[in-house]
């Protein structure tokens, strides 16, 4: 199973700054993704982060708001921009590896708090 | 398109007793199932996956789900529940893509 981390684990943020939030897998996984958790609910899937291309987003999001990088097989991050107090939320990272059932594993999260 | 519904946003179980989480599922292809926890303050954590091979699924933790596929139903249960299995529970189906659907989650309480 792949191991992931994020960093940072958490921030406080002034509305209108943006904040970058990094993921870090230790093995070369297929595909990467970001979700939002927003306070009490499910997670939602941001984007599929690709290797050396444009990310693909969701329905509802958009690479202005949220614009995504992944420079090579274990490394993406993404982008809150010009944060309003409705990005209070976890933001997850994941990757899928290479098994035959492909799974993803996730990272711990970063708990966003917007004021 | 693949979803997941989660009956029960909060279980309260006794300690000792059987968790019974449920989770159904539509996919118009054979899914691939996954449930998950995730902890206070933590990530989500893989507790078991539906690969096909077997419809029970023994997972970690004591943790197992039943897939029946005339049901469209995977649902997860452990014998006796412990003070440490209070989480949040995610039931996920895969699609073709690779991308996970969630369910809405299910809050496990344990009482003494």
């Known amino acids: 199973s792949a191991v992931i981390s994020q960093k940072p684990s958490r921030d406080i943020c002034q509305r209108g700054t943006s904040l970058t939030i990094q993921c870090q897998v230790d093995?070369?996984?297929?595909?990467m993704f970001w979700y939002r958790q927003q306070p009490g609910q499910s997670l939602t899937l941001i984007a599929t982060?690709?290797?050396?291309?444009?990310?693909?987003?969701e329905s509802g999001f958009v690479i202005d708001k949220f614009p995504i990088s992944r420079p090579n097989l274990t490394f993406s991050t993404l982008t809150v921009s010009n944060m309003s107090p409705e990005d209070s939320s976890i933001y997850l990272c994941?990757?899928?590896?290479?098994?035959?059932?492909?799974?993803?594993?996730f990272g711990p999260g970063t708990r966003l708090l917007v004021l | 398109a693949q979803s997941v519904t989660q009956l029960g946003s909060h279980v309260s179980v006794s300690e000792g007793a059987l968790v019974l989480l449920r989770c159904n599922y539509s996919s118009s292809v054979p899914p691939y199932l996954f449930w998950y926890v995730q902890y206070p303050n933590q990530g989500l954590q893989l507790l078991l996956k539906y690969t096909s091979a077997a419809t029970l699924v023994k997972g970690i933790n004591g943790f197992e789900a039943e897939f029946k596929k005339s049901e469209t139903s995977f649902h997860l249960t452990k014998p006796s529940a412990h003070m440490s299995d209070a989480a949040e529970y995610f039931c996920?189906?895969?699609?073709?893509?690779?991308?996970?659907?969630f369910g809405a989650g299910t809050q496990v309480v344990v009482t003494p």
């Open positions: 982060a690709n290797q050396g291309s444009e990310a693909t987003y």
């Open positions: 093995s070369q996984v297929t595909m």
């Open positions: 996920a189906v895969s699609d073709s893509w690779g991308k996970l659907q």
């Open positions: 994941s990757g899928r590896d290479r098994g035959p059932i492909e799974t993803q594993y």
